[in-house]
């Protein structure tokens, strides 16, 4: 990265070369180029790379060091939560971007609003990645032109520059990593492939991939499942080495997901070449039924099995169903395999968030892969209040405790809230993370949906006041009020679109001809 002194030295140096650049500033040119330190996605993914491989090492030696990350479905919500991360905690270390398929289908499809069935246009991912990284490079030349005319104004009015410099040269860009949602690869193996290397040009430094079958996809949270053999899954994971490997970024993140504790079918029964193989050991989990060859059927499929004839039970769709209570088992060996084929962590989509079930897997996992981390969804189709709440009325009946004052049928009651049932459950709920990540193995925590939700509450609260009693109240107070008083940037929304950097610009380009937006009669100025 060039800082603004070796920049202005690199631009004096070759307008050496051109005798007729005289019309470029070296301070000028110098500051676009320190504001636009990524000139391509790749930069990005390899800069992005390098700092979840070392996010990881630093969990792996203190599982305090865990990271986060909400789910974006547009650049200026990635941009303003980590607008956000800067104000509040000084940084956006260990804070992420996570890019959802499930709302890329719901908000993002030419197609209108769809389920989370990769029914949408792959092509929307890179570009949703490609708009988030837009706009988390326009914060950076945003805040940087704001100290850029701080120093400017400093140096005019014969001040000391030092401490302005420093903030410039030791300046932390909003650009953080993107984990990014590909569903099942969207079709085969090269399909996959193909589609991540756009993912990764657009800046994606990790890439999350499912082992369900990519034309029969379901939302994790939703039925009817079906996973694929781990052959084929392999095979995605190559792909998608392949295509880091080939742009030159060697540090790229796999994220595997298996959806196996939901899922009870399979599309198809792989070859087994010896006993005891992985594909053996898939077909070992497949139902079956024992049978005598005088009552199969015409072009019944048959296995051997412990000796015996069995007949796979299948669905009239030619689906094959899974053994019920196999799905931890299951779990466990598409993980194991998942890190012995190329992974770098896990995704295991569970039906609630208890950490002493994640827990029972993860230590299942480590006993064979000791360095295995998760990347936990940490999902709004969970019930947090009430499973909480269930799991505190769970722990206090197995303590002893008199919980009779409770009905465990309505535990959502608003009756509950600010009881002391209310107050532990919260307390679990805030503490989620921290036990999650120290019990059980879970470096990255992200909530998949939650800019969805916030976007429709919020919309929801102005409407309400805004159409009713309230009127310009409902924006002015429930909206406006709060920026100001939260110091929010996005109240000078004018700025925060880039007019005042478009100002600065024009008078590097024109000089005093330019005609700038930010003078005495910009409303802005009443903010």
């Not at 959802?100 to 570009?127: I, N």
């Not at 080495?241 to 939901?262: K, M, P, Q």
Request: with cysteine; aromatic share 8%; hydrophobic share 35%.
């Amino acid at each position: 990265m060039s800082t603004y002194t070796s920049a202005i030295d690199h631009i004096r140096e070759i307008k050496q070369k051109h005798g007729n650049w005289q019309n470029i500033s070296e301070s000028d040119a110098a500051r676009m180029m320190v504001q636009n330190r990524f000139k391509t996605g790749l930069d990005i993914a390899k800069y992005t790379a390098d700092i979840m491989r070392k996010d990881m090492e630093e969990y792996d030696a203190d599982t305090s060091k865990y990271t986060q990350s909400l789910g974006a479905w547009h650049g200026f919500i990635a941009q303003q939560s980590m607008y956000a991360a800067k104000k509040y905690f000084g940084t956006t270390s260990k804070r992420y971007i996570y890019l959802s398929g499930w709302m890329v289908a719901a908000l993002r499809s030419e197609l209108g609003p769809l389920p989370d069935q990769s029914m949408h246009e792959k092509t929307t991912v890179p570009d949703l990645i490609r708009e988030i990284y837009t706009f988390l490079r326009q914060a950076d030349a945003k805040v940087l032109n704001d100290y850029f005319r701080e120093l400017q104004a400093a140096k005019d009015a014969g001040k000391d520059t030092s401490e302005i410099q420093a903030k410039i040269d030791n300046f932390e860009s909003h650009v953080v990593p993107i984990i990014a949602d590909i569903d099942a690869g969207f079709g085969n193996e090269e399909a996959t492939y193909l589609l991540t290397k756009s993912m990764i040009e657009a800046g994606a430094c990790a890439i999350q991939v499912e082992n369900q079958v990519s034309d029969a996809k379901q939302c994790g949270h939703q039925a009817g499942k079906v996973t694929v053999p781990h052959e084929d899954f392999i095979a995605k994971l190559n792909a998608i080495r392949y295509a880091f490997l080939e742009l030159g970024v060697d540090n790229g993140i796999i994220v595997a997901r298996t959806d196996s504790e939901g899922a009870s079918l399979t599309q198809k029964i792989p070859v087994s070449n010896e006993p005891g193989d992985l594909a053996s050991k898939y077909i070992d989990f497949i139902d079956v039924e024992e049978i005598d060859i005088a009552d199969a059927k015409e072009n019944d499929v048959l296995l051997k099995r412990d000796g015996k004839l069995v007949r796979p039970v299948r669905m009239p769709n030619g689906l094959y169903s899974f053994r019920e209570d196999t799905n931890i088992d299951r779990v466990v060996l598409d993980c194991v395999t998942a890190l012995e084929n190329g992974a770098d962590l896990l995704w295991i989509e569970t039906p609630t968030p208890d950490v002493e079930h994640i827990k029972m897997m993860v230590d299942r996992i480590k006993e064979e892969q000791p360095k295995a981390k998760l990347v936990y969804n940490n999902s709004p189709s969970f019930n947090w209040t009430l499973n909480f709440r269930k799991q505190v009325i769970a722990q206090w009946e197995e303590e002893g405790k008199d919980i009779s004052s409770y009905d465990k049928d309505n535990l959502m009651s608003a009756d509950y809230d600010g009881t002391e049932l209310d107050t532990a459950a919260d307390d679990a709920a805030r503490n989620f993370q921290r036990d999650a990540s120290r019990e059980a193995g879970v470096f990255h925590h992200l909530i998949t949906l939650p800019t969805y939700h916030t976007t429709a509450l919020s919309v929801h609260e102005l409407a309400k006041g805004y159409f009713g009693e309230d009127g310009m109240l409902a924006y002015a107070a429930g909206v406006q009020r709060k920026e100001i008083r939260e110091g929010i940037s996005c109240v000078k929304h004018q700025a925060m679109a880039g007019s005042d950097l478009g100002d600065d610009h024009k008078e590097i380009f024109s000089g005093d001809n330019a005609l700038k937006a930010g003078g005495e009669k910009n409303t802005m100025n009443q903010f």
